[in-house]
């Protein structure tokens, strides 16, 4: 019962963070800004982002339930506040005040983080700590993406 009411809250608090995440982005894909830009040439599809998260938001709130019911330190309620926050305002610069460059900061610094969460606490949760692995894996990827626009718009 405690795995299932922390899972809950790992999980509202996740797709709260992408909910305010799409507010605070203005127009975001819609905008005019956005659809004048150089896209990579692997950018996906718009779906692909949508179910990507929702996936990876999924497994983070499992995962960060087997930590935090194995592990309830300050560092990883910290480390977990900095992803949230991180992964919050990426949208805001990218999207919103259009600096795809400080966005880029954001992100690198947002992959760091989830490295660290990968890195501290492999020991602890062993083969368990690959539901975190897609939630690197997206970051690398939309780092890229978010280079790409840096670097030619």
Do not use: H
Not at 66 to 71: C, D, I, T
Not at 86 to 115: E, G, M, R, Y
Not at 133 to 144: E, G
Request: proline content about 3%; hydrophobic content about 60%; charged content about 10%.
């Amino acid at each position: 019962m405690k795995f299932a009411k922390t899972f809950i809250v790992f999980l509202i608090i996740n797709f709260g963070a992408l909910g305010f995440g799409t507010l605070i982005m203005g127009q975001g894909v819609q905008s005019s800004w956005y659809l004048a830009l150089n896209k990579a040439p692997w950018m996906p599809e718009g779906w692909v982002f949508g179910a990507a998260w929702t996936l990876i938001m999924v497994l983070f709130s499992v995962y960060m339930t087997m930590l935090y019911l194995k592990r309830p330190t300050t560092k990883i309620a910290t480390l977990f506040i900095v992803q949230f926050i991180l992964n919050v305002s990426w949208n805001f610069l990218f999207f919103n005040q259009n600096l795809p460059d400080f966005a880029l900061i954001n992100i690198i610094a947002l992959t760091v983080i989830i490295c660290i969460f990968i890195i501290s606490y492999i020991k602890e949760l062993k083969v368990k700590s690959i539901l975190i692995l897609p939630y690197f894996v997206w970051l690398c990827i939309a780092t890229s993406l978010n280079l790409y626009v840096s670097l030619y718009n």
